[in-house]
């Protein structure tokens, strides 16, 4: 029997396509960093919803992102580190992923 390779529909392991290198290493941010010591920081693809950055803890996820189009990765990385600051200070939860339709 002869195997077939299996496609995905992704490029293969190791081989993105990079357009511009983002830059992010003059970006401030203190919340992110200071979570990451305590929490889970999570950027990625979720299908069907599409690019997302979460930060959650053990107990709560305290900022769930959508990646906006156009969005850069600082940009949204600055908007994750607002989040996170805006959760543990202000108690406000950000969830961009389960909201409602229409808002």
Partial sequence: MERRQRTSG????????????????????????????EGEITLGILHPVGGVAIAAD???ALAMLKRRPGESLADLLLRLDAAIACALQEGNFIDEINAPHGK
């Fill in 58 to 60: 053990a107990d709560n």
């Fill in 10 to 37: 992704r490029p293969a392991k190791g081989r993105l396509k990079v357009s511009e290198p983002a830059r992010i290493a003059d970006l401030h941010l203190p919340h992110l960093e200071a979570f990451f010591e």
